[in-house]
């Protein structure tokens, strides 16, 4: 039997090509593009995203604009042929007059045409800052006066509706962002010291007493700067701050000795416990009323960025016990993994394990809940702004703006004032659905 020389045979060589395992992220991110409605709510959200950053230049009107000759104008109709049917390549509007005064119905002036300009400058214009910090004077479009270029009509006092959305925007969509990012920080921080610590009492040592004396001692240095009298109050400080810390003491003590631990120099104390009796605590206030409450006590002359910045903290100060307490269920599964021990293992402070181990495997799930969040702070800004609460006139937000909806008269003969409640719906809608595709992305049981 003839064997067949090795140089004809045909050599079949397979070449496999490594390819590197995908992250739990890529193949999120692949799942959620098969998403269409997740991807339709992401698309809103950023053009919704790009009009607040450029409302400035995209605004018409500055937001405190108001022309007072033409109240309750309906929304301006933009032409491409004049009435004698000639069609003209620029777009254009006419000017608007109330027939008869005071009543709130106007009548077109089709005799003069007034083109729209694009990359106009308003006789007279103040300086805004593109960006925060470009100074111009132009904005994108515009009409020379007396006509307006009202795109989404006016309001009580002549405002344009259109440019108070944009401006408005910027309260209404990045505070939800703000309080999100306050309140998931702390609740992510404390809900897992909570779930770390979970069943592991913490021994405290004299430390605690300095930390308590130290506190007294600078509450009562503070207080006796503020009224001239430092030295009366720093003693009267130090004496608190140990009568604190004597009675903080006495109830760990017994405390420890109820459950079990005899020690009075190392008193333990149950955190994971301390933490999640205070947020029920919390969580047992109507948040509503709670909000209500904590908002009252705000001064009303202050300005609109402090209660900007007030409403953030208040509405982060009743959202973070529910977060913690979804982050301390996390921990409790995540700090059985042998990651976490094997840093434990080679010293890893426990602080250290938290941050660097434990909260960062909680971050897929966090961003789902953080975008389903967002609008339950979009609404509690509007809420609040629409009781008067929360922003003033004449700053603008989609909340107060609908202040002038409370009208059944005015929103049956002038329902353009109800818009500021379909951006609501509309950014309420897109985070909701976002947040659903997100949700289904992480979940490998939904994955195809």
């Known amino acids: 039997m003839a064997v067949q020389p090795i140089e004809n045979q045909k050599l079949k060589i397979e070449v496999i090509k490594e390819t590197k395992p995908k992250s739990e992220w890529q193949i999120a991110f692949r799942q959620l593009k098969k998403n269409k409605l997740a991807l339709a709510g992401f698309w809103i959200l950023v053009v919704l995203y790009f009009l607040m950053i450029f409302a400035d230049f995209i605004a018409p009107y500055p937001q405190t604009f108001a022309d007072h000759r033409k109240p309750y104008m309906p929304p301006v109709a933009i032409h491409f042929f004049d009435q004698q049917g000639k069609f003209h390549l620029d777009p254009f509007i006419y000017n608007y007059i109330e027939t008869p005064p005071f009543s709130n119905k106007y009548v077109a002036i089709t005799s003069k045409r007034y083109p729209i300009h694009f990359f106009y400058t308003m006789p007279q214009a103040k300086t805004h800052y593109l960006l925060g910090f470009i100074p111009m004077k132009m904005r994108l479009f515009g009409v020379s006066p007396p006509a307006r270029i009202y795109l989404l009509g006016s309001g009580r006092l002549g405002r344009d509706i259109f440019s108070r959305i944009l401006y408005g925007s910027r309260i209404s969509l990045t505070i939800g962002l703000f309080g999100v990012l306050i309140s998931y920080s702390f609740g992510m921080l404390i809900g897992g010291i909570s779930g770390f610590y979970a069943g592991k009492p913490i021994k405290l040592g004299i430390w605690w007493e300095i930390s308590l004396l130290l506190l007294g001692s600078g509450i009562g240095l503070y207080t006796g700067i503020k009224h001239h009298e430092s030295m009366l109050y720093l003693r009267n400080g130090a004496l608190t701050g140990a009568a604190i810390a004597l009675a903080a003491r006495i109830l760990l003590t017994i405390g420890g000795f109820l459950s079990g631990n005899k020690s009075w120099l190392k008193p333990a104390i149950d955190i994971d416990n301390w933490i999640q009796r205070f947020g029920e605590m919390l969580m047992t206030i109507p948040s509503l009323y709670l909000l209500l409450a904590l908002r009252a006590v705000i001064p009303e002359n202050i300005s609109s960025v402090d209660v900007y910045f007030m409403i ?7 959202s973070w016990p529910f ?13 059985e993994r042998e990651y976490v021990m094997a840093a434990e293992g080679i010293g890893c402070s426990n602080l250290r394990t938290i ?11 966090i961003i789902v809940l953080m975008t389903l969040s967002i609008p339950n702070y979009i609404l509690l800004e509007a809420f609040l702004s629409f009781l008067d609460l929360g922003i003033q ?24 004032i109800l818009l ?4 609501i719906i509309l950014t309420v809608l897109a985070f909701n659905l976002l947040g659903d595709g997100l949700r289904d992305a992480f979940d490998p049981k939904m994955r195809r």
Do not use: C, D
């Not at 953030?312 to 009743?318: D, G, N």
């Not at 977060?323 to 700090?335: C, D, F, P, Q, T």
């Not at 006139?393 to 329902?415: C, D, F, R």
């Not at 500021?420 to 951006?423: A, K, N, Q, S, T």
């Open 312 to 318: 953030i903290f208040i509405i982060s100060f009743i």
């Open 323 to 335: 977060i913690a307490r979804i982050v301390r269920g996390m921990v409790l599964s995540l700090r």
């Open 355 to 365: 941050i660097r181990h434990i909260i960062p495997n909680t971050f897929s799930q």
């Open 393 to 416: 006139q004449p700053k603008a937000s989609w909340g107060n703006m609908l202040t002038e909806a409370q009208n059944v008269i005015a929103l049956i003969h002038y329902p353009w």
């Open 420 to 423: 500021p409640g379909f951006f």
